[in-house]
């Protein structure tokens, strides 16, 4: 039996119970993923984008499921992973059970935060609207020679069987000046799979960010699949950080879908400091013109970690910009992957797009694979990208040693040095500091995986 027929026979059996935990809009469209995922296995390594992670093998092992909807013990002592400085709404997710925010919490006027089935009963048109648009949607208008984009079945898996997620709504001309901060945690007492969406609607001259955590306790194994859908109208901005800290037994299938009108930005960076197989998808769609993308991202990884990145951003409006930065740190027997895709379609004339992809291997037996790719159909367009792979500069350590700086001391600075690109690109001071302490730690070899306390990342030591 394929990895893909359990689930589906798992829908059919628990069809009922799995509907009568969740909402209108999101049962809607549980027959049309089910009918997309009857013709369409789970990709394994022979599909081109999933070349660098299988995904058939990845959900082939018999997870648990959480269909009841049963809270997690002891939710008042979740990790709280606060980032000093920074003022935060602090939302938990205990596995893909969403917990409400605290009740003495008041959002500003304008700012809608609750869990996809509450906002189903006060919002239903806004979620009717938006739910599972985007990534459902197989690109128009694209040129006889590109191939269409087709549907994702990890996507369509995530439809088929997640019960809840966290809609946030930002009315127009609303600028948040508090950050959303989302603590996605993995605990269970048998081998687990969650499944979570996530709908962010940023209206007319809005603005808000928002900070994803991804911990995982316990020894078990973890599956969790994410589908994140993120609208952005004319002149919004969004910016999206993701920070991963979750150990060896954990795989995370993350994908990301953005519309933008003109005039918008969307930011999103991914920072993955301790995983087990993790694989983010980013699908951007530029629709207005002017409207700009930035992506960028952070891996170190040792042991027999595995971080897979592939992205695609579509100009579709004339005068859009984009940016791809990722820069892999990699040492152990880990490997990891970036797959980089610009697609100019006839008519995104004055296009702007730069992609970087850069990799240190520390270790002989690392393994990285970088793909940057362009496929242009204008003739007024800048585009560029670049690639490298290699290992720290020699000279720049000889350079340090001959000034007193210890070998290993000067191996962490160089290494922080080249990762330091990304996160200078976290517009959010508190959070940039944060970050820059923990991938000090993360290098040094102090940082494990949260436990129930999380003194590891709620103080800075």
Known sequence: MSSVQQYLDLYREQRALIEQNSSAPLNARRAEAAKCLSHLPLPTRRVERYKYTDAEAAFSPDFGLNLHRYALPGEQMLPSCRVPALHTFLMHVNNDVVCPLADDVVLPEGVTIMSLNEAAQHHPDLVARYYHQAAAQEPANAHKHTDRIKRDAVTMLNTLLAQDG??????????????????????????????????????????????????????????????????????????????????????????IYVEQEADSRVSINAIALLTGVSRTMVNARLLGRGAHCQTTGAVIADSHQRVDNSILVDHVAEACTSDMLYKYVLDGESEAAFAGKVLVRPGAQQTLSQQTSANICISPTAKVHSQPMLEIYADDVKCNHGSTVGKLDEGALLYLRQRGIPEKEARLLLQHAFINDVLQRVHLDPLRERLSYLVEQRFRGELCHCQSSCEGCSSVR
Do not use: W
């Open 166 to 255: 966290i809609f946030v709504h930002v009315a127009p001309g609303v600028k948040c000046d508090r950050t959303l901060q989302v603590v996605f945690r993995a605990s269970a007492d048998t081998d687990f799979m969650s499944n979570r969406r996530v709908l962010v609607v940023a209206e007319e001259d809005s603005q808000i960010d928002l900070l994803f955590c991804e911990h995982a306790e316990g020894t078990h194994r973890y599956l969790s699949t994410q589908v994140t859908e993120i609208f952005t109208a004319p002149r919004a901005e969004v910016n999206l950080y993701t920070l991963e800290e979750t150990h060896a037994h954990n795989t995370r299938f993350s994908n």
